[in-house]
């Protein structure tokens, strides 16, 4: 299973461009299944501060893997996939198969 964190898109403050929430995005996929999610971290103002221009995706990426747990995350995606393997519901007609 292959997983790709992305930093979609961050906000800042305009005085010294201190990141206040990055937006983030975190796919799976295996084989033919894909699960992914979204969401927000907020940042305070506490301990090392990296100039904005200096900031990488990587960097990013990795701040929010430690706020979130990469381990959570990459976990919960897995078992939406493992679910779209082995559904425990299933729809449709009888005789519309």
């Known amino acids: 299973m292959n997983f790709t964190w992305n930093v979609v898109q961050m906000d800042r403050k305009s005085a010294d461009g201190f990141v206040t929430t990055v937006h983030y995005n975190v796919s799976a996929v295996d084989g033919e299944f894909t699960a992914s999610t979204y969401g927000t971290v907020g940042y305070t103002e506490e301990g090392a501060f990296t ?33 779209q393997k082995n559904p425990v519901q299933l729809s449709g007609l009888p005789w519309a198969e």
């Open 51 to 83: 100039p904005y221009s200096q900031l990488t995706e990587a960097v990013v990426v990795g701040w929010v893997k430690d706020s979130l747990g990469q381990s959570t995350v990459e976990e919960a995606l897995a078992a939406q996939i493992e679910a």
